[in-house]
């Protein structure tokens, strides 16, 4: 973010802040953006310690050297302004309660850690593993994309997720791909693969439950595929190779085609298309790292 139409104090000089109408930003010496707000008057708003924000940013800036970034805006265009800046940088700050203290991570990054936390949990059902990352590849914009292979019952979590009541940047962070798997668009309607995207990571999740249960059932004999690894500080299990895949032979489309006259993907399709691309991860080679906030 290039700041050249804003004036900027320190957190600990905001008293320094004009008496006038206007935006303000507070951003850390990263340029992590955690509050935007509007004020009638700034410097009455900053005064002392009478912002409701105050606690929880004096507490932690020492560490992260807060600056509130601040431009003159007319009164009847506060509103408006407040709002697009708020879209433009999706504070940390806007929209949650009020604490005492700073979050020591940004909420996408604590959700994707709950969600591997989650789908990595032993259930009756799925007693000795749930779910498997499948590999990595680099997309064309650079992003680092995980493939998750999970059971079809666990995208009610997925779903949950991106319908977040309360947090807008985890809905945000969902995105729907849509893909043919490298096959005729006429014969076949794209399959929908969910992805959750964040500061230069995508995972994408399928649903490929013979792949769960082949290792369930024989899991001491077929371990010797699998290994642990941590991501984001998150033990998981993680495939060394396919090449137990084609002992599955599993059918890439379902057997009913729809009232378009065209077949439908199961998920071990997209499996199968991206496979070349994929790279194995190893404990040695792997580092899945989270700025601190």
Same mark, same amino acid.
């Given at each position: 973010?290039? $700041?050249?139409? $804003?004036?900027?104090? /320190?957190?600990?000089?905001?008293? #320094? ?13 990263? %340029? ?10 700034? @410097?009455?708003? $900053?005064?002392? #310690? ?16 807060? #600056? ?7 009164? =009847?265009? =506060? /509103? ?59 997309? /064309?914009?650079? %992003? ?11 995208? !009610?979590?997925?779903?949950?997720? !991106? #319908? ?8 945000? !962070? ?23 995207? +964040? @500061? ?12 769960? +249960? ?34 599955? %032979? ?8 729809? *009232?378009? %006259? ?12 991206? *496979?070349? /691309?994929? !790279?194995?991860?190893? @404990?040695?080679? @792997? ?7």
């Amino acid at each position: 973010m290039e $700041w050249q139409d $804003w004036k900027c104090v /320190d957190f600990l000089e905001r008293g #320094r802040l004009p008496a006038e109408s206007g935006i303000y930003v507070v951003v850390d010496s990263e %340029n992590f953006v955690w509050y935007v707000g509007k004020a009638r008057n700034l @410097q009455n708003r $900053w005064l002392g #310690r009478g912002h409701h924000r105050y606690p929880q940013l004096i507490r932690s800036n020492k560490k992260l050297r807060h #600056r509130i970034y601040w431009k003159t805006v007319l009164t =009847l265009e =506060l /509103d408006e302004k407040e709002q697009f800046y708020i879209r433009l940088f999706e504070p940390e700050l806007n929209g949650r309660k009020v604490k005492n203290y700073l979050p020591k991570e940004a909420e996408v990054n604590r959700e994707i850690k709950r969600l591997l936390k989650v789908l990595n949990k032993n259930t009756f059902l799925f007693p000795v593993i749930r779910s498997i990352i499948a590999g990595e590849y680099t997309d /064309d914009l650079g %992003n680092r994309c995980v493939v998750v292979v999970t059971n079809l019952n666990d995208f !009610s979590i997925l779903a949950k997720s !991106s #319908r977040k009541r309360y947090s807008q940047k985890v809905r945000n !962070s969902w995105i729907e791909l849509e893909t043919y798997c490298a096959s005729d668009e006429k014969e076949y309607k794209p399959l929908i693969v969910p992805a959750y995207t +964040f @500061q230069g990571y995508r995972f994408e999740f399928i649903a490929v439950p013979e792949i769960i +249960f082949y290792f369930e059932d024989s899991f001491d004999e077929r371990i010797r595929w699998l290994q642990e690894i941590d991501m984001f500080d998150v033990p998981i299990k993680a495939l060394k190779g396919l090449g137990f895949f084609k002992n599955l %032979n599993l059918e890439e489309a379902y057997g009913f085609v729809s *009232s378009d %006259n065209k077949r439908t993907f199961k998920d071990v399709a997209y499996l199968k298309y991206i *496979s070349s /691309d994929l !790279s194995f991860i190893s @404990q040695e080679s @792997q580092s899945f790292t989270l700025p601190a906030k």
